[in-house]
């Protein structure tokens, strides 16, 4: 059984429904619920199956706590956590209040925390595995894009995402991140990572971005780093 976040829209909603393709049992959430409940109808008219509890907040822990125990009873267990869910403001360090940062925090991070840490116990039974969503933000820096809390949020989900893989090989559980340039054409890679062809593959993350990361985006002036 798959249980993934953010299904209403994107990555979520792709993932699911791909998963649910390849014969999992999806449980997903989304506090835009009617979009998640939309997605589940998709899975259905394929021939798939699927749950969407009640509107879920991937930061709030009764709300992910509700969600994992109505989708470990449907089912009866977990396999696969996916933790896509997420948002962000971005604002430069000088400007960007901190109610901006603490939400881009939360919605990146705590959420990909209490999904795991809520989940655990079902991974420890079933030897499943943890997929969560970093960013080449988390990777690089950038002179452009005034981006201070989503490089910093999504910086720490790939240092967590090698803190479960350590915490989880005792327990058979493996954790991967994947991190995208542009939010598309990551649902391969999630699919592969949950699969038996990566049961060697933990503590990982694997950038899916075409090559940006790889080259500098520009030619960078000599004055913007001399002191």
């Not at 930061?59 to 896509?84: K, L, N």
């Not at 592969?192 to 030619?219: H, K, R």
Request: charged fraction near 20%.
């Amino acid at each position: 059984m798959a249980l993934i976040s953010g299904t209403a829209r994107g990555q979520g909603r792709a993932a699911a429904l791909r998963f649910a393709a390849e014969g999992a049992l999806v449980v997903g959430g989304d506090l835009l619920h009617e979009e998640a409940v939309e997605t589940q109808r998709l899975i259905a008219r394929e021939g798939g199956t699927a749950l969407t509890p009640g509107p879920l907040d991937v930061t709030d822990e009764d709300s992910v706590r509700t969600w994992v125990g109505e989708a470990a009873d449907a089912f009866g267990g977990i396999d696969i956590v996916y933790a896509d869910a997420g948002a962000v403001r971005f604002g430069g360090i000088d400007r960007q209040p901190y109610e901006d940062f603490d939400f881009t925090m939360s919605a990146g991070l705590d959420s990909v925390r209490l999904t795991a840490h809520l989940a655990w116990p079902h991974l420890v039974s079933s030897r499943g595995c943890v997929l969560t969503v970093g960013s080449t933000a988390g990777l690089t820096g950038s002179l452009t894009n005034r981006r201070s809390a989503h490089s910093a949020s999504k910086g720490a989900v790939i240092a967590l995402t090698r803190q479960l893989a350590a915490e989880g090989a005792p327990h058979g559980i493996r954790a991967n991140c994947i991190s995208p340039g542009i939010p598309d054409d990551v649902v391969d890679a999630a699919l592969f990572l949950a699969s038996d062809e990566a049961s060697y593959i933990t503590g990982t993350n694997l950038v899916v971005d075409g090559g940006w990361s790889t080259v500098l985006p520009g030619a960078i002036a000599d004055k913007e780093f001399r002191t």
